[in-house]
């Protein structure tokens, strides 16, 4: 599956976590990897390799040209492959590697099996190094997309989503909208995003990747040291930048007319700046679920007042700490 010849790199350091009962690889590239073997699934093994850095370092036109193209990256195939001769290689193997480019990060994520866990490896090694630049699968790409958005865009949930979001970001200087139109795309750039594509994925060193499940020792260490530490690498190391940007504050309302049916959806949101702790997020994920809870009750199975109902909390630490509680859910008449 691989085309280009691999010069394998070394481990230079093994640490072992006997709290945790994870083992971290040192590479020679200075990539890191660690895994920790479970027996929740016997033919399971999950994948995760990140990096700071993300479409934030990218300046605003650079974004707005890339964003909706990124996703027709992986649709060219790597190592001169097609998707299609890829796929028909890997029936009846499972394997699966997908890159991402995140706001703050980008990384792949993965999951295979004990027995084809070199697989998850050779696509992860092509992934970046030898990702194919294909400008008719991103046209194909493009045609699918809109095909889907044309069918998305007409439901009054989405219109919803689109007129709320767009309304929070509306100061937001990088915010594109939440789906490519005709103009859009007429400003979109392939190239462009294929080379921020390489860019990013251009120093493995920048990497830690973590593997949990039935993992074998000698295996992963056998293949991080070809496949991992083999990859390009620098001694720079990349930082999440936080660009500034914050949604509006205050006591605010937005309402959104679409459509016919008697029907309504509701979106509540609290959030803002504050300190991460570990502590924190827990207590405020656990508050999410408890609500939700007691919510049901109440207004679903008490009142007969919504179809359903969902709270959700969370916090984050990266590009800035800050914190979100959403509570969110549909009435059966057009005002709750």
């Known amino acids: ?127 970046f190094t030898d990702l194919n630049m294909d400008k008719d699968a991103y046209e194909g790409y493009k045609q699918k997309l809109d095909a889907s958005y044309k069918n998305l865009a007409s439901q009054p949930s989405f219109y919803f989503s689109q007129e709320f979001y767009g309304w929070l970001y509306k100061d937001n200087p990088r915010f594109n909208g939440l789906i490519p139109t005709e103009k859009t795309w007429e400003t979109t750039d392939y190239q462009l995003a294929y080379n921020k594509y390489k860019e990013r994925f251009a120093n493995a060193g920048d990497f830690e990747f973590y593997f949990v499940g039935n993992v074998d020792d000698k295996a992963m260490e056998d293949f991080s040291a070809k496949y991992i530490a083999s990859l390009p690498s620098t001694d720079k190391k990349e930082k999440a930048i936080d660009l500034g940007f914050r949604m509006p504050k205050g006591d605010l309302k937005k309402i959104v007319n679409k459509g016919t049916d008697p029907k309504s959806n509701v979106t509540i949101m609290y959030y803002g700046d504050t300190e991460y702790t570990p502590k924190e997020a827990f207590a405020m994920q656990a508050l999410g679920e408890v609500l939700t809870i007691k919510l049901i009750e109440e207004l679903r199975e008490n009142e007969s007042g919504v179809y359903g109902i969902s709270a959700r909390g969370s916090m984050n630490k990266v590009p800035n700490g800050s914190y979100s509680f959403n509570i969110s859910f549909p009435c059966r008449t057009r005002k709750c």
């Open 1 to 127: 599956m691989l085309r280009n010849e691999i010069k394998p790199g070394t481990i230079v350091k093994k640490i072992k976590d006997d709290k945790i009962g994870a083992t971290t690889l040192v590479l020679s590239n200075g990539a890191k990897v660690t895994y920790k073997k479970t027996d929740f699934k016997n033919d399971e093994i999950i994948m995760e390799g990140i990096s700071f850095g993300g479409t934030n370092l990218y300046s605003n036109d650079e974004l707005k040209k890339t964003q909706f193209a990124n996703g027709a990256l992986t649709e060219a195939g790597f190592s001169g492959l097609k998707m299609n001769d890829i796929n028909k290689y890997m029936a009846g193997k499972i394997a699966n590697v997908t890159p991402y480019i995140g706001s703050t990060t980008e990384g792949l994520r993965g999951s295979t099996t004990p027995k084809d866990a070199e697989y998850l490896f050779q696509t992860l090694y092509a992934y």
